[in-house]
């Protein structure tokens, strides 16, 4: 059975501050993606990334990077100089290359200005 | 704007009642995925269609049933409805079964 957890359940920080958002997942399988989604108060899921098992390169994306462990099953999250838009919850989710994404619970991120 | 519509987007009912929500996919995309997200919750997994077909089920009972049409967009029926079905119902596309989603705004059903 697949598995994510997200720890941390809100996180508050001032503008331009960074924030790392942590994801620790769970899988028997071999080949498996995982991705971030933002959601804000219009209920919207955003894509924001997704990875597959056998790419474990950082990505980063303008304020936006991850870190992707294998050998610790973690699929971490950074905002560099955050703001208030960022104000959101954060998803982390596992497949196995299916439409079933399995969610973890989501991080309220509070951006103050 | 992701292009998947859902309506309506707020809906109340009784237990016992029976509901159905809707979905417009994005498009081009042949596959549709509903998902149930509790308050406070991620999302669950429901159902996929493809092409018109059930293609994998999470862990609901059968009083959950969907449909997709030949434009590939879908609905989602709830029968029998209780309490603890109270939640956001969010409908996801995508261009194919392993590509990525886009969700919708989703329907908040509340169940009294």
């Known amino acids: 059975a697949q598995k994510v957890t997200q720890a941390q359940t809100e996180i508050s920080v001032v503008e331009k501050e960074d924030v790392t958002l942590d994801c620790v997942y769970e899988?028997?399988?071999?080949?498996?993606?995982l991705f971030w989604y933002k959601q804000p108060p219009s209920g919207e899921l955003v894509f924001l990334i997704r990875?597959?098992?056998?790419?474990?390169q950082n990505e980063i994306s303008g304020r936006y990077s991850w870190n992707f462990q294998k050998s610790t099953s973690s699929f971490n999250f950074t905002i560099t100089a955050s703001q208030v838009v960022d104000s959101a919850v954060y998803f982390c989710?596992?497949?196995?290359?299916?439409?079933?994404?399995?969610f973890g619970k989501g991080i309220t991120l509070s951006v103050r200005p | 704007e992701t292009g998947v519509t859902q309506s309506p987007t707020h809906l109340i009912k009784t237990r016992g009642q029976q509901v159905t929500l809707r979905c417009s996919s994005q498009?081009?995309?042949?596959?549709v995925s509903w998902y149930q997200q509790a308050l406070g919750q991620g999302p669950q997994f429901i159902f996929q269609?493809?092409?018109?077909?059930?293609?994998g089920r999470g862990n609901f009972p059968p009083r959950f049933s969907g449909l997709q049409f030949p434009n590939y967009s879908s609905e989602l029926n709830v029968n029998a409805l209780e309490l603890d079905d109270s939640a956001l119902y969010l409908c996801?596309?995508?261009?194919?079964?392993?590509?990525?989603?886009?969700f919708g705004s989703g329907t908040q059903l509340s169940v009294l």
């Open positions: 996801a596309s995508s261009l194919a079964q392993n590509e990525k989603l886009f």
């Open positions: 989710a596992l497949s196995d290359g299916g439409s079933k994404l399995t």
């Open positions: 899988t028997r399988d071999t080949t498996y993606y």
């Open positions: 498009s081009g995309h042949n596959t």
């Open positions: 990875r597959n098992s056998f790419d474990e």
């Open positions: 269609y493809y092409r018109e077909e059930e293609n």
